[in-house]
């Protein structure tokens, strides 16, 4: 039976937009990007007019694209560190730990609003190696935790389509907060461009709703002028990839304008030193 969930936030009502489009991107069989069955299924659980969001077509794919790069980011992290801490900031309804899979080391963390985790809770049962904490990213509260229950952790931070709903100077707060405690770790986050921040436009899938774009960033190497501890791996167009799901003008032309591109939306990752 499906359920009706009011959100009391429109940022936190949010959550549903990625977790349709990895849904219907899953229903794609063999040429999906990612292959996300618990999206599938809690979609089908929760009721909700998703067919509002069925014209977006540059954000159905990239939400899939932006997951499927950060979960490759996530991985190339386990894999080189002895214990990684993994952790979801601003989760909603993210399967990353589900599409990751429990290998017995690392240590999942998803974080939200209490709203958000509650809905959570309820829908997704707390796994032994996934732990949910309710608290603001904005708090600090939550990080010197992490770190006393995990003195010899090494630490990925993931922010996955939440920044740009916060103003520059709690993005810059939030992100020195990180670098000031987790050295040696890792930060991924997305971000739309200046060109949407200063023209008032919005990604395709939120042209109707009330929220609004805050904050965005153009170049990657803003971030480390923001804190010296902050070094970028890269910014990535998403564009860049799977050019043929984008369509002739935006894979194949638009795409390959990378700088221009970066105006609009990019994807960071920072070795935090």
Request: hydrophobic fraction near 40%.
């Amino acid at each position: 039976m499906k359920q009706k969930h009011e959100f009391k936030s429109i940022v936190a009502e949010t959550l549903l937009i990625p977790l349709y489009m990895r849904a219907k991107e899953s229903r794609r069989g063999k040429d999906a990007i990612l292959r996300d069955e618990l999206a599938e299924s809690l979609v089908e659980s929760i009721d909700y007019d998703y067919a509002k969001f069925d014209g977006a077509k540059l954000s159905e794919v990239g939400c899939v694209v932006r997951g499927w790069y950060f979960d490759n980011a996530v991985r190339r992290f386990i894999g080189t560190h002895r214990h990684p801490v993994v952790v979801n900031v601003g989760c909603g309804l993210d399967t990353r730990y589900q599409r990751i899979g429990d290998d017995g080391k690392t240590v999942f963390y998803e974080l939200d609003l209490p709203e958000v985790i509650a809905l959570r809770r309820e829908l997704i049962p707390e796994p032994a190696n996934d732990r949910y904490i309710a608290a603001s990213l904005l708090d600090t509260g939550w990080m010197d935790e992490l770190l006393g229950k995990h003195p010899d952790g090494e630490f990925i931070f993931v922010i996955e389509g939440v920044v740009m709903y916060f103003y520059e100077k709690q993005v810059k707060a939030v992100v020195r907060n990180i670098a000031g405690r987790f050295g040696g770790g890792e930060l991924w986050f997305d971000v739309c461009g200046t060109m949407m921040t200063r023209h008032g436009v919005k990604p395709d899938s939120l042209k109707n709703e009330e929220v609004q774009i805050r904050s965005g960033i153009t170049d990657g190497h803003e971030v480390e002028r923001w804190d010296a501890r902050l070094v970028l791996i890269e910014q990535a167009n998403y564009m860049k990839f799977f050019r043929p799901r984008w369509g002739f003008l935006f894979g194949q032309i638009l795409g390959r304008m990378t700088g221009l591109c970066y105006k609009f939306s990019s994807m960071l990752g920072y070795k935090i030193q």
